[in-house]
């Protein structure tokens, strides 16, 4: 199940919520302006996956992650989907859907 933030203003830093199987894992979208994501954006994440008790965390850029917020997210629920990721994603999802 996809949940997508319906509230105006501040989101608390969740974009979407997914739901599967129990268990519930958070997304955080940057913008296209933000080309080189920080470990602060990281860092807040785990902390709001902690607070809520998330079974993990998606942050997705259209850029790119810096070396430190890499290094954080290392073994960590945390999944960085980069620009390049995501444009393969999208690629995948389009051939498997319209052969």
């Known amino acids: 199940m996809v949940i997508e933030n319906a ?5 608390g830093g969740v974009d979407i919520r997914l739901r599967k199987g129990g268990k519930t894992y958070l997304v955080q979208c940057k913008n296209w302006r933000n080309r080189r ?6 860092r807040e994440m785990f902390g709001i996956l902690a607070a809520e008790s998330a079974g993990g965390v998606f942050i997705v850029c ?9 290094r954080f997210a290392e073994g960590k629920p945390i999944n960085l989907v980069d620009g390049e990721k995501l444009m ?12």
């Open 7 to 11: 509230y105006d203003g501040a989101d």
């Open 37 to 42: 994501v920080g470990v602060a954006t990281v």
């Open 88 to 99: 393969k994603m999208i690629a995948r999802v389009r051939r498997d859907s319209y052969p």
């Open 62 to 70: 259209s850029g790119t992650f810096t070396a430190e917020a890499a």
